[in-house]
């Protein structure tokens, strides 16, 4: 529902800001640009809450969709084919270590 109400405001402050600019100059481009500006700079400045709301509304909205059964199906599939097959970074990380730790340096 923050997005919607978010939308609805930017787009609100776009009119707002390309009308009435489109009124005294008489530029389509120039009001399209003003327009612009205004919906984004407003909307960004005074409005950080609802924002943050929109946001995570619509990060609902899209985690909320499934993913079908068949790309969960090849992704299992493809986990336990790599299972045990790839060295993990940390147990190479481990494993210099403990190397560099039994040598002794000569100089």
Known sequence: ???WLYTGLRF?????GFFVTLFFTQSLIFALLVGLVTGFA????????????ASEDLMRALDSRKRNKTAVDDADAEDAYTEGR?????DLQQETKSEQNGV???K
Do not use: H, N, S
């Open 12 to 16: 609100i402050l776009f009119g707002l």
């Open 86 to 90: 790839f060295a993990d970074a940390e």
């Open 42 to 53: 407003l909307t960004y400045l005074f409005t950080p809450k609802l924002r943050k709301d």
């Open 104 to 106: 002794e340096d000569t």
């Open 1 to 3: 529902m923050k997005f």
